[in-house]
C-alpha cells in the first residue's frame, strides 16, 4: 500500500511547515489519474497522525477530475483511467491536463 508512504510524506510536509503552530486543517488535491485510493489515503492518514499533534486536524481530499487533449483533433476530454490514445479516428495521442496531481493545496494554522 504505497498510501502509507505518501501519507508520511505529507504528515511531513505539513509539520516542516506548520514550524510548531497548530494545524486546525489541510486540504489535499488527489488526481484520478494519480493511481492514488482514497479510501487508503484516509485511513493511512488517521493512522499517522493519531496520537500526534495533528490528531484533531481535518483533513479534506478533494479529487482532480482527469482531462486530457487530443494531440490530432485537439479535443479535450475526461478521462477516469490513464490512456495513451484518444478514442477519435486518428488513435493520436493525448497529452494530459490535469488529474495525475497528489499536492498539499491548503493549510490553516492556529
Known amino acids: ?5 505518501l501519507t508520511r510524506e505529507i504528515v511531513s510536509i505539513v509539520r516542516d511547515h506548520a514550524r510548531g503552530r497548530g494545524v486546525a486543517g489541510v486540504t489535499l488535491r488527489v488526481g ?4 492514488v485510493q482514497v479510501d487508503a489515503l484516509r485511513f493511512a492518514l488517521l493512522a499517522c497522525v493519531d496520537g500526534t499533534e495533528l490528531a484533531d486536524c481535518v483533513w479534506t481530499i478533494e479529487r482532480v477530475p482527469g482531462r486530457a487533449r487530443c494531440e490530432g483533433c485537439a479535443v479535450e476530454l475526461d478521462l477516469d483511467q490513464l490512456a495513451v490514445t484518444c478514442p477519435c479516428e486518428r488513435q493520436a495521442p493525448l497529452t494530459i491536463l490535469s488529474g495525475e496531481e497528489l ?3 491548503s493549510m490553516e494554522v492556529r
Open 103 to 105: 499536492l498539499v493545496s
Open 32 to 35: 484520478r489519474l494519480s493511481c
Open 1 to 5: 500500500m504505497h498510501e502509507l508512504a
